[in-house]
């Protein structure tokens, strides 16, 4: 089957410490992207990729890193320095920036 | 500022009553409106995409619409798996010809009641 695989489904972290949240698709899609939703309000970008070895920040990149060294892959890594972590991440892809996206199934990411 | 507002942030409704979601933008170069639904827990699943004013979609019971300044989400005779939350997105236009990335709302939590 086709589609977006986020792993871990939760995740908890302790203050100070890096976390990878992992994003793989198998649908050939060139765009990737990291939102996070936080109760009651709409998803917020993070960063976005349109081709392999390239992204750009989005809205809300401040503590967060992303690489794109492979198609498949956007891994999403929340740093010490996001001062306000636990969220709910989702990854989505597209054909491109001018299709629909697909959403993976999210990380709940809690520091405790 | 690019705003996209959704209204009634909640919706309750008996089964079989029908009803309709409202998503109003204040974007200028619109290049097309996105309905998502989201089940608790899980990530958005995409429904419709709208790109010009007139436009009309349909899934099942759910039929989407466009405006030029906003879109309706109308659910006829809705069942309880219909309960979710609609997220509306909008994706504009740049000078260059290319898109943005998508604007989401904050969503209308619909409960349907048997």
């Known amino acids: 089957d086709g589609g977006i695989t986020q792993s871990p489904k939760y995740l908890f972290r302790k203050e100070g410490q890096n976390v990878t949240l992992s994003c793989e698709q198998n649908?050939?899609?060139?765009?990737m992207y990291w939102y996070r939703q936080d109760p009651g309000q709409g998803l917020r970008l993070i960063y976005y990729s349109q081709i392999v070895n390239d992204f750009q920040k989005g809205d809300i990149a401040e503590g967060y890193s992303v690489s794109r060294e492979k198609k498949e892959s956007f891994p999403l890594t929340v740093t010490s320095a996001q001062k306000n972590p636990t969220a709910f991440y989702l990854c989505?892809?597209?054909?491109?920036?001018?299709?629909?996206?697909?959403f993976g199934q999210g990380t709940r990411l809690t520091v405790v | 500022e690019d705003q996209v507002t959704q209204s009634p942030e909640a919706l309750r409704l008996q089964e079989g009553e029908s009803s309709s979601l409202n998503c109003s933008y204040t974007?200028?170069?619109?290049?097309?409106l996105f309905w998502y639904r989201q089940d608790p827990g899980k990530g958005p699943e995409f429904l419709f995409t709208?790109?010009?004013a007139g436009e009309e979609k349909e899934k099942e019971r759910l039929k989407a619409t466009l405006t030029k300044k906003e879109s309706f989400l109308h659910i006829t005779a809705p069942k309880p798996e219909d309960s979710a939350t609609y997220l509306c997105?909008?994706?504009?236009?740049?000078?260059?010809?290319?898109?943005?990335?998508?604007?989401f709302g904050s969503g209308t939590q619909l409960t349907v009641l048997p």
């Open positions: 989505a892809s597209s054909m491109g920036m001018n299709t629909e996206a697909f």
């Open positions: 974007v200028s170069g619109l290049r097309g």
């Open positions: 709208l790109y010009s």
């Open positions: 649908l050939n899609h060139d765009a």
């Open positions: 997105a909008v994706q504009l236009l740049i000078s260059s010809g290319s898109a943005r990335q998508l604007t």
